[in-house]
Nanobody, 114 residues
Framework: QVQLVESGGGLVQPGGALRLSCAASGIIFSFNGMGWYRQAPGKERELVAVISRETINYAESVKGRFTISRDNGKNTVQLQMNSLKPEDTAVYYC?????????WGKGTLVTVSS
């Protein structure tokens, strides 16, 4: 069974930084791509960043502040979040996708507050 586990969430002050990590287990092949999504209270889940062999894409709201990276050839992905704002508060979910399936982690909470 494929499992993705996120780590690195927590409470941080505005302007601070956090680094999220995600690792997959139970999989013998490499994902086509991996990404980070987030869901704030009362809002729908939204894309934060996604990385594949061909491209990297970011939501406009995080460009210049967040950086997604992936360990070469491994099913792990990181999200470096700098200059955090209160509106970045959300549960952050990792995903990995193949040509036919998408797998999700259970999420890690990021709270940006003074």
């Amino acid at each position: 069974q494929v499992q993705l586990v996120e780590s690195g969430g927590g409470l941080v002050q505005p302007g601070g930084a956090l680094r999220l990590s995600c690792a997959a287990s139970g999989i013998i092949f490499s994902f086509n791509g991996m990404g980070w999504y987030r869901q704030a209270p009362g809002k729908e889940r939204e894309l934060v960043a996604v990385i594949s062999r061909e491209t990297i894409n970011y939501a406009e709201s995080v460009k210049g502040r967040f950086t997604i990276s992936r360990d070469n050839g491994k099913n792990t992905v990181q999200l470096q979040m700098n200059s955090l704002k209160p509106e970045d508060t959300a549960v952050y979910y990792c995903n990995g996708y193949t040509g036919t399936n998408v797998y999700w982690g259970k999420g890690t909470l990021v709270t940006v507050s003074s």
